[in-house]
């Protein structure tokens, strides 16, 4: 395979690595508004289903720490074909479940792909994009979100209600089937970071002494703890407690996509001239006044639809500004192991999460969801800190001292 010139593998990456996030953002995302439905079918209480998002999370935050010291010894291209060649298969196989703990087993050998893959796709975009033009990169590739949104999970919910409730794991698993022969086909080997000589049996030891290190992985930590306390629950929230019609979930989550479509590509250029910690603060300042209202007040004075999607940009915001600044904290020899780390800490807490909201929500007789008050409480404050630590690490990489 001959190799393309710079300007031709930022492209070809770029669409890649956009198609690798898609299909892991569909097949993690279309399981949350599926929630209600799953509960249905197999006779569960909506209360529970963050043990299926935790399951998924904890598997690959597991795995994620166990494969980030080995990561950096291996093309980049081979690690990110074996990961997708999995997440396919294991994808496929949710037709045959048909309980509860079939269905929590099967989303978390999902998980345990996922995660690698993710980190391995973030440090190829590392590698070939400098830092002064990572953050709109790594925007042009999170803004497969928004098409997961606007795309695939309207289609995924509208698939379901007509084909049955596994059809939109067969199409996903299909499109990362084709996804997977076209990176084989196309994406030259990834393996300039083996050329620089630091032996990567040392990314523990190295890590060690980067004093940005630990407080990315902080930063992760209250961060996506906060997003999971929410995220799973957002589809029986605003059905059971905000009266949202189920046959509409397509359109809200189709008009969440739009908007973050638009707002992520903005957010990655501000994030390069004005650095992620400013972007952040202001994302987390309006995302708490939206999680204030629409999940603690739970007021009908706001629209659920403007709720859900100021929600999604915020989200998509502060995500974009905190995989900017995290990649530039790592040398390029231990870019894969750190994101590794970096994505098993984002799984471990988005498990922890989930799992959280489980014991905190319950269903009332009348079939509301209550304790979402106190969830929203506990994801405003984590929002909070997660900025307060991104202003430290931003003021190290500044000074040329995260090493």
Not at 105 to 129: E, H, K, P, Q
Not at 173 to 199: C, E, K, Q, V, W
Not at 201 to 218: D, G, I, Y
Request: hydrophobic share 55%; glycine share 8%.
């Amino acid at each position: 395979m001959s190799t393309p010139s710079p300007a031709k593998l930022e492209r070809l990456v770029l669409w890649l690595m956009a198609s690798v996030q898609f299909i892991n953002i569909w097949d993690f995302m279309i399981v949350m508004p599926l929630g209600p439905d799953f509960a249905e079918k197999l006779h569960i209480s909506t209360g529970n289903l963050g043990w299926i998002v935790g399951s998924y999370s904890t598997a690959a935050a597991i795995t994620g720490i166990a494969v980030a010291k080995f990561l950096d010894r291996f093309d980049r291209r081979s690690v990110l074909l074996v990961n997708l060649c999995g997440l396919t298969l294991t994808t496929l196989s949710m037709v045959f479940a048909t309980s509860l703990t079939q269905l929590i087993a099967i989303r978390a050998v999902t998980g345990m792909f996922a995660g690698t893959m993710v980190s391995t796709s973030l440090a190829i975009i590392a590698d070939v994009f400098p830092p002064q033009r990572r953050g709109e990169a790594i925007g042009k590739v999170f803004g497969s979100f928004s098409i997961a949104s606007i795309v695939g999970v309207p289609l995924g919910l509208e698939i379901a209600r007509h084909f049955g409730l596994w059809s939109p794991f067969i199409v996903i698993s299909l499109m990362a089937a084709s996804t997977l022969i076209a990176i084989f086909a196309l994406l030259p080997h990834m393996r300039h970071h083996l050329d620089n000589g630091i032996a990567t049996e040392s990314l523990f030891a190295s890590l060690a002494h980067n004093k940005a290190a630990p407080l990315a992985l902080l930063m992760t930590v209250f961060g996506m703890f906060g997003s999971f306390l929410l995220i799973p629950n957002i589809s029986a929230h605003v059905q059971q407690n905000m009266g949202y019609p189920r046959e509409w979930l397509g359109l809200l989550y189709g008009s969440g996509g739009v908007a973050t479509l638009f707002s992520m590509r903005i957010a990655g250029k501000i994030v390069d001239r004005a650095g992620s910690a400013i972007t952040s603060m202001w994302a987390t300042i309006l995302l708490g006044i939206v999680v204030f209202l629409g999940f603690y007040v739970q007021t009908r004075m706001v629209p659920v639809l403007l709720v859900f999607v100021l929600f999604m940009v915020c989200m998509s915001t502060r995500n974009i500004t905190v995989n900017a600044l995290v990649s530039k904290i790592p040398r390029p020899n231990e870019r894969a192991g750190f994101m590794s780390l970096v994505s098993a800490t984002q799984n471990m807490m988005s498990g922890a999460g989930a799992l959280v909201a489980t014991f905190l929500l319950y269903e009332t007789p009348d079939r509301r969801l209550a304790g979402m008050d106190t969830v929203a409480l506990l994801a405003i404050a984590a929002f909070g800190l997660s900025t307060v630590v991104m202003f430290r690490i931003e003021a190290l990489v500044k000074r040329g001292i995260a090493h």
